[in-house]
């Protein structure tokens, strides 16, 4: 029982890892806003723009009918690079909305 307990508390801290990391006293979480990040963070090293599309395709199995809905969404990618002591954080926003944060290699 207590392994379990173990194991159930490091795939917590795990995916609270991925999901959040520290910017001075701020925590930065998915779902953040792009401004509340800026104001907590100021400005990455890194920003990049992008379209996508995001959708779905629905078809009737004898074909007789066939449904598509895409949606545009615009991509911000964000790096933060907070010194050789601390790993650089790649942020992915869509639609201004923070959806992935990403620890990539040490900062310089």
């Not at 990049?48 to 911000?76: A, D, T």
Request: with cysteine; aromatic share 12%; proline share 3%.
């Amino acid at each position: 029982m207590k392994k379990i307990l173990l194991l159930s508390g490091f795939l917590f801290a795990a995916d609270t890892a991925e999901a959040a990391f520290r910017c001075g006293s701020w925590l930065i979480t998915k779902g953040d806003h792009e401004t509340e990040v800026l104001q907590k963070c100021g400005e990455p090293q890194y920003m990049e723009e992008r379209i996508g599309y995001r959708g779905n395709r629905l078809r009737h199995p004898r074909g007789s009918l066939e449904i598509e809905e895409f949606e545009q969404v615009i991509i911000h990618e964000w790096i933060y690079n907070f010194g050789p002591r601390r790993l650089q954080q790649r942020l992915l926003f869509e639609n201004g909305i923070l959806k992935e944060i990403n620890d990539l290699e040490h900062g310089y």
